[in-house]
């Protein structure tokens, strides 16, 4: 497909082409109160300004609605459901369009172009949705199996049921936090020396701080309590997808996590990318996933249906020197199971799902060195130094790094399906004085 | 402590005296929105219609805050504070205590008295708190120890981190609902036989459908990300207290748990009682907890803080038929970890709470036959059959079943202090097709 063009300069490799139309919550000088704003380029275009001066006079659908775009979160937007949202983002193409059906909303409204376009750099970003449940699964299958590798050794890497339905448990809505904030790195109880006895853990700040590289899903459509979402209806429920770091504490957590699974070593932050891509945008990358050796139950079988994603994704490290390494590049097509398997497995047994509600992917790693989306795996749970640019090394985060993920579909420069960056900056951990 | 006598007839068995004034959320005939209202007796006290009708003219404190009471939730009031959820319950107590110092504003005003009381019959009872973040813990020392011996003996029953921290995992706020509210059995992914090679699950109704006796405890203080909640401060972060039944599906358990937990097994509906009692109310019970063998760490040491409660538990499981049977009898006392060092343990890394959060004891067994918590512990995991009234035998829950849970504190007619009754019946499953 030939690249849209726009009549707004737009830098070739930027991830908000005209293909993208990102939406999320932003802040300005002009009004400091959250309110949605979609990216395109290097700016956003702020949606509350382009309403309230009638910028949607030409689609008459939207107009009894127009209020979801004064609200501190995407959660009333996201629930007016996929087909509002995809006509809204067609829409919004078509203003920015080069000869485009509608120069008079936009192009040739000077006022309005004033008002409604501000630098991205001029934008403070907020948490897209008020998030109701978050649930992070673990579909990433070389993850999954680096992991168990280290822990089991490789015969027993995967457990019996990982190819048969996607693994998750229930994560902290409360500490998602968007790309920028910083993360405190946490205190918790760590056994320092496993094989003394009698075993007595130590408060003490993490020495294994980690990230997980992610995609998070967010959900659009309520379902009811006892009601399973079938899987040919999940992917109606989808919104958007966004990049998500799970910071994980490792020591906290393999003291931790028997008999229950992972809790403090989680829970601390989440950070999450600014901008939701719609499920529209992400659509001309879909793909089938990769093969599951397993035949999944008639309720997880997607048929021909593809849902996975072709998103090129990389994260990277920051010392506080200000020198950038990165750790890794992968795909999403490491998932065994799609965001669509994910609802209906969470959903089957009756679990109600509400706007907001978000579903990580778990980790993405690719099967070869250079593709693993977390320390623990990189460095083989702290046995292996990382080498850093500028001489450093890491076993894992030090105070002070930087962690910034990036992700972007499409090759083609002039029409990215970009992610932008979720990134997360280590402060010393709070000194606690219990005497 | 002398009964404290009101002018309102109570029944001296009654679970809410005088001394209780526990909160709930109803709606009613006259104003089907849900509104808020303290139980006395066998009524309901509209604290909407006390509010509109002046009740509240002899406590000033209260009067810049009464929009709470025509919130559909608690969250209002909760958030209010400690000190001021007391001087509400006592004004309350005080406008019902026989020859109190405001006759005026209840006793004697026929009019706010016709328009206030409720009859508990007609009553519905709706959640009393917009959850946040839904946590459950695993604090019931015989429980752990007597799941444990079953899947591991009775040397390894308790895992090494038991006694250290208060065990628990994140849990799915979603499907959390009031008494009565109808539980779907779910179905979810089983595997019939464990022995065979390959493991192949089947997707089916659960066949072990189980209840679990635990306590839940209310947030009403807001804490920062990054923040730990000191253990001497975690009291005056606490609303209330509510009966929960965690009704949890073992063999869909048993089959998706490793290596992160307990997930579709527990999200399919957890309920809790209606009525809040609040922390005050709960304080002349209060005591010591049991004697822990390990020494805890200083930032979960309670010393001298007496943050358990005697509240004596019951359950019933009452047939189709309409037979009750008493199920198990136990007491909170066995809890080995209290609701502040809960709390100080779950923030110690730096998660936030909002108010609304909802912490869960875990299931709460004594050490005897007759006082275990749970179906799994009653019957060895479906090896026993339990012998109900009438005849009628269980291993686990069939479809009509209703299982009410209740407890109590005070053993005093005329000044008890109870939870009234936390009930949910089984539903058979939806069936599902996917040919």
Redesign the interface.
Known sequence: MAPLRSWLSIEPTSHFSLHNIPFGIISTAANPTPHPAVAIGDHALDLLVFTQQNGFAALSMIQPHQAVFSQPTLNAFAALGRPMHRVVREYMQSVLLADGPFPDILERNETLRRAAFVSLEDCKMHLPMQI??YTDF?AGLHHAYNV?TLFRGPQNAL???YK??P?????????V?VSG?PI?R????I?LDPSAEP?????SP?RKLDIELELGCFVCKPSA????VRIDDAPDCLFGVVLMNDWS?RD?QA???????????K???TSIGPWVVLMDALEPFASSGMQNSAKV???L?EKDQKSHYAIDLSVSLTTAGGKASTLARTSAKNLLFSFPQMLA??S???????VG?LMGSGTISGDSKLEKGCLLEQTENGKVDIELEGGEKRRFLEDGDTVTMTGVCGGEEGSLVGFGECSGRI?GA?I?D??
Chains 1, 2 share one sequence.
């Open positions: 109701g449940d673990y168990g457990q019996p049921n048969h339905l693994v998750g448990y229930h994560g902290r809505a409360s500490s936090v904030t405190r946490p205190n918790g109880q056994l075993k007595q853990p130590v408060l993490s309590l006892g009601n399973p504490a906290i003291w931790e996590y028997v008999p229950l699974g992972p809790f403090n070593s829970n601390f932050g139950l008639p309720y079988d497995h969470h089957i047994g009756g679990c109600p799902f509400n509600d402060e709070m606690l219990f005497s």
